[in-house]
């Protein structure tokens, strides 16, 4: 057979030997280091390898991925990981990834069974977050970060369109009242890169002060927005957070959703790691929701979703349909409108198969467990670090993140070498391979940051990763 071609017993042999190999990766996965650095060769060698001239026997390949990808895993699925927000894969969304790879359709749109999984598990995700399902719209995309730039080209389009004037026709070159855009100093970076993307600039972001819990101050926003409408701009949005990816924490959304209202503007929440958590925060009033199913859900990345209250609005936004895309409902290949026509993708891939078995896996109690349980691990591991004299606890928890430091008697109140220090700490475990957790900053502050999102994460895992912690803090300030 030439390739790419397999023949149909070869790639049953090929597909039973992976299936033996992902099973024991998944088995073995506590034996081994949560994270094992690549030698400088190791890079150089998977970086520069060059392509061979002739195609390469399968089992050379697979060998090539067991020995030289396999064990450098970037270790999230390990349950003693605790980095950024990452989760490790649900298995039955594995074998998912797999089933949609082979049935590989293009979910533009279409007349397909594809579409209508999609449909049933943005649809599911709503429902989860409590989000009206009637007259919204929702497709899946990478991520949070083209989930966040979906729903506020979205509200950018709205605002235009209020304003009596179209931003698909003009963009933004006419001078017209320069937009404005509020997120809270703990909003998250794609929210800058939407800024960018969108023609409004980085100077149209108003970062608006937050509270001792790391939340957006609305009375400083409100001053905010009338000094601007003041100053002859035209605030349109706020880009508010269910679950900042620093702390966890959470926007006074229904405060924030009253404000929009009396003042009309859009109300986005960037709820991509903790929607699923905030049920019953407001995020059902908001206009658009990016939500991560990659982060809480464990669902294999890249699965992002955005969430839009009026979907015929969204479509306004996005909708180009050239002439060898037309179609009719019932006729042919034509069935719902086609996803292209509500966002930035045409080729789509089968994102959402990934999404619908983990979510029927886990049920709704399954998924409000998997919360529960990673906001008590979190709460366990804030206790420990409590009661630790030689830790310090640098935000409240919240959702499931855990943010600290390690500050022994004699440094404490000395952030230049307390940042100094917890950078090598956080260095020394990442390398170690016990544990892994990641940093953020907190008024000037170098925080260790943990973040709970293992299934099979428990409460010796926590407490592992507080005494390497200890231990590589108590080490790294004795040889100093
Ligand atoms: C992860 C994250 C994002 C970005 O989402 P991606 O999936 O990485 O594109 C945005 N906001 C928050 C709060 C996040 O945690």
Same mark, same amino acid.
């Given at each position: %057979?030439?390739?790419?071609? /397999?023949?149909? *017993?070869?790639?049953?042999r090929?597909?039973?030997a992976?299936?033996?190999? +992902?099973?024991?990766?998944?088995?073995?996965? &506590?034996? #081994?280091?949560?994270?094992?650095?690549?030698?400088p060769?190791?890079?150089?060698?998977?970086?520069?390898?060059?392509?061979? *001239?002739?195609?390469? @026997?399968?089992?050379?390949?697979?060998?090539?991925? @067991?020995?030289?990808?396999?064990?450098?895993? %970037?270790? !999230?699925?390990h349950?003693?990981?605790?980095?950024?927000? !990452?989760?490790?894969?649900?298995?039955?969304?594995?074998?998912?990834?797999?089933l949609?790879?082979a049935?590989n359709?293009?979910?533009?749109?279409?007349?397909?069974?594809? /579409?209508?999984v999609? &449909?049933?598990? +943005?649809?599911?995700? %709503?429902e989860l977050?409590g989000?009206?399902t009637e007259?919204?719209?929702?497709l899946? $995309?990478?991520?949070?970060s083209?989930a966040?730039?979906?729903?506020?080209?979205?509200?950018?389009?709205w605002?235009?369109?209020q304003d009596?004037?179209? +931003?698909?026709?003009?963009?933004?070159?006419?001078?017209?009242?320069?937009?404005?855009?509020?997120?809270?100093?703990?909003?998250?970076?794609? /929210?800058?890169?939407?800024?960018?993307?969108l023609?409004?600039?980085?100077?149209?972001?108003?970062?608006?002060?937050?509270?001792?819990q790391?939340?957006?101050?609305?009375?400083?926003l409100?001053?905010?927005?009338?000094?601007?409408?003041?100053?002859?701009?035209?605030?349109?949005?706020?880009?508010?957070?269910?679950?900042?990816?620093?702390?966890?924490?959470i926007?006074?959304?229904?405060?924030?959703?009253d404000?929009?209202?009396? *003042?009309?503007?859009?109300?986005?929440v960037d709820?991509a790691?903790?929607?699923?958590?905030?049920?019953?925060?407001?995020?059902?009033?908001?206009?658009?929701?990016?939500?991560?199913?990659?982060?809480?859900?464990? +669902?294999p990345?890249?699965c992002?979703?955005?969430l839009?209250?009026?979907? *015929?609005?969204?479509?306004?936004?996005?909708?180009?349909v050239?002439?060898?895309?037309?179609?009719?409902?019932?006729?042919?290949?034509?069935g719902?409108?086609?996803?292209?026509?509500?966002? $930035?993708q045409?080729?789509?891939?089968?994102?959402?198969?990934?999404?619908?078995?983990?979510?029927?896996?886990?049920?709704?109690?399954?998924?409000?467990?998997?919360?529960?349980?990673?906001?008590?691990?979190?709460?366990?591991?804030?206790?420990?670090?409590?009661?630790?004299p030689?830790?310090?606890?640098?935000?409240?928890?919240?959702?499931?993140?855990?943010?600290?430091?390690?500050a022994?008697?004699?440094? #404490?109140?000395?952030?230049?070498?307390?940042?100094?220090? !917890?950078?090598?700490? %956080?260095?020394?475990?990442?390398?170690?391979?016990a544990a892994f957790?990641?940093?953020?900053?907190?008024?000037?502050?170098?925080?260790?940051?943990?973040?709970?999102?293992?299934?099979?994460?428990?409460?010796?895992?926590?407490?592992?990763?507080?005494d390497v912690?200890?231990?590589?803090?108590?080490?790294?300030?004795?040889? &100093?």
């Amino acid at each position: %057979m030439t390739p790419p071609a /397999i023949d149909p *017993e070869h790639f049953r042999r090929l597909g039973h030997a992976l299936v033996d190999l +992902v099973t024991d990766h998944f088995a073995g996965i &506590r034996e #081994r280091p949560v994270f094992r650095p690549m030698q400088p060769a190791e890079r150089a060698t998977l970086m520069q390898e060059a392509l061979g *001239e002739a195609g390469a @026997r399968p089992e050379v390949i697979i060998e090539r991925f @067991r020995t030289a990808v396999l064990p450098h895993a %970037m270790g !999230n699925g390990h349950p003693r990981f605790f980095g950024w927000v !990452n989760s490790p894969p649900a298995p039955i969304g594995v074998l998912a990834d797999f089933l949609a790879a082979a049935m590989n359709p293009s979910c533009a749109g279409g007349d397909h069974a594809a /579409i209508y999984v999609e &449909r049933a598990a +943005v649809r599911w995700l %709503m429902e989860l977050i409590g989000f009206p399902t009637e007259g919204s719209m929702g497709l899946l $995309v990478s991520g949070g970060s083209v989930a966040t730039l979906t729903g506020l080209a979205a509200a950018r389009h709205w605002a235009a369109a209020q304003d009596g004037w179209s +931003v698909r026709n003009e963009g933004l070159q006419h001078g017209r009242r320069p937009f404005v855009l509020y997120t809270s100093e703990q909003g998250h970076s794609c /929210i800058e890169k939407t800024a960018e993307l969108l023609g409004l600039g980085t100077d149209a972001i108003h970062a608006v002060p937050v509270d001792e819990q790391f939340r957006m101050r609305v009375p400083d926003l409100r001053s905010a927005i009338a000094a601007h409408r003041a100053a002859g701009k035209r605030p349109f949005c706020v880009a508010a957070s269910a679950g900042t990816v620093g702390t966890g924490a959470i926007d006074p959304l229904a405060e924030l959703a009253d404000l929009c209202g009396a *003042e009309r503007l859009w109300l986005h929440v960037d709820g991509a790691y903790g929607a699923v958590a905030a049920v019953g925060a407001g995020l059902e009033r908001a206009d658009s929701v990016a939500l991560d199913p990659h982060k809480w859900l464990s +669902v294999p990345v890249e699965c992002g979703a955005v969430l839009v209250r009026d979907g *015929e609005l969204l479509r306004q936004a996005f909708s180009l349909v050239p002439a060898y895309l037309r179609t009719e409902p019932d006729r042919g290949f034509g069935g719902l409108p086609w996803f292209s026509e509500y966002g $930035v993708q045409q080729t789509r891939g089968f994102r959402a198969l990934k999404l619908w078995m983990t979510l029927q896996h886990l049920g709704r109690s399954g998924v409000q467990d998997l919360v529960a349980r990673h906001m008590a691990l979190a709460e366990h591991l804030a206790r420990l670090v409590d009661a630790s004299p030689d830790l310090e606890r640098l935000a409240p928890v919240g959702l499931s993140v855990v943010c600290f430091r390690y500050a022994p008697a004699q440094l #404490r109140g000395d952030d230049e070498r307390l940042n100094a220090l !917890n950078k090598r700490v %956080m260095e020394t475990v990442q390398a170690s391979g016990a544990a892994f957790l990641t940093q953020t900053t907190l008024r000037g502050r170098f925080t260790l940051r943990a973040c709970v999102l293992h299934y099979a994460t428990t409460a010796a895992d926590v407490a592992a990763l507080v005494d390497v912690v200890r231990q590589t803090g108590a080490r790294l300030s004795a040889e &100093r």
